[in-house]
Every structure is written in C-alpha cells, then in structure tokens.
C-alpha cells in the first residue's frame, strides 16, 4: 500500500506544497510541526507493513533530528519498508555515490534544517502561549548605574556585576547598542 505523510515546515506551514501530484492510497496529516506528540506520525509507524511505500516531501517533514531519522529508517529496514523523500530524490534503499566531503554536507545542512524547523515552531506556540521571546532586558536603573561606574574608570569589570548583577557581556552589548544609537543622533 502507498502512504502518505504531511506535517507543517518552516518552508511550508500550511502543508500545501507537499505530495502534490503523488499517488498515494492514505494520507497521515499532522496538524503541527512540533517534535512532540505526533500522534499521527505514531499511528502511520504502526500501520506499516512489509512491502508498504511511504511518501514524504523531504526528510524534515518525518524527522525532527538525525537521531530520529535513524530510528525511522532502521524500522524501516527491518520491516522492509520503502520511505521515498520527494525532494531530495532518495529512498531508504538508495545510495548515492558521494564523497564523504558531500555526504558530511549532506548532513550538517540537514542538522541546520532540524534545528531551523525546531526553533520556528517553538517560537510560534511561545508566542501563540504570550511567552516574551529572547533576553530579558535589564532594568534601566541597574544599567545606568553600571554605565556610570564603567565610565568612571574606577570600578572592574567584576565590581560593576557584583553591584549591578550585570556581566561584562551585558554590559559590552549594551555598551556598544548605546554607542550605535547614539551615532544615529
């Protein structure tokens, strides 16, 4: 039997560009690109049978890390599945003659893109869920005070963060937005 299996991506967030005009017998739609809790991706793994096809648009669309694709690909394997990935025009059973130049590639563009979609979608429901996003910003007050002992040229490094709570990284990164602004004056 030929199967199908769509989910969100970043490339794709509304799963509209995927196994278009593939013939396939049942589709498995998940309705989030998030790693956890694909319940349809767990009820496609334990529908499959030897002989059975499987069609994705590309490897990120079934796994979520190299971890997982192993996982997927030796199930497959050992229940003698064919996974076929769309875009990367490979199955599970087929080996392209690479060097290990390309195939090391291969697999850090492929981290990247695992990486990518990860933060996307955690972003999205952190957001979604009125969490605030990146470094909590340091109260004004605390800041100029550590502005105005580092100015003063007598303090270190580690005085100003003792009596502020602000590491030297802060305080250059502020110190060098503060400049820049400044600049655009």
Not at 11 to 40: F, M, P, V, W
Not at 65 to 71: G, P, R, V
Not at 74 to 90: K, P, S
């Amino acid at each position: 039997m030929k199967y199908g299996y769509i989910r969100p991506i970043v490339k794709d967030q509304q799963c509209t560009n995927q196994l278009n005009n593939i013939s396939i017998e049942k589709l498995y739609k998940e309705s989030h690109g998030l790693a956890k809790k694909r319940t349809e991706l767990d009820d496609l793994l334990m529908t499959l049978q030897k002989g059975d096809e499987l069609f994705v648009q590309n490897i990120e669309a079934l796994a979520d890390s190299l971890q997982q694709l192993l996982d997927i690909l030796r199930l497959a394997e050992r229940d003698q599945i064919i996974i076929h990935f769309i875009d990367e025009q490979l199955t599970n059973q087929t080996i392209h003659e690479a060097s290990l130049l390309q195939g090391a590639t291969f697999f850090a563009r492929l981290q990247s893109t695992f990486l990518s979609h990860s933060s996307t979608f955690t972003l999205q429901v952190a957001k979604q869920q009125g969490k605030s996003i990146g470094r909590p910003r340091k109260s004004d007050e605390n800041l100029e005070r550590a502005f105005a002992m580092y100015e003063s040229k007598n303090y270190t490094l580690f005085d100003i963060k003792e009596a502020t709570g602000i590491s030297k990284s802060t305080l250059y990164r502020y110190l060098d937005s503060r400049s820049i602004s400044d600049e655009d004056k």
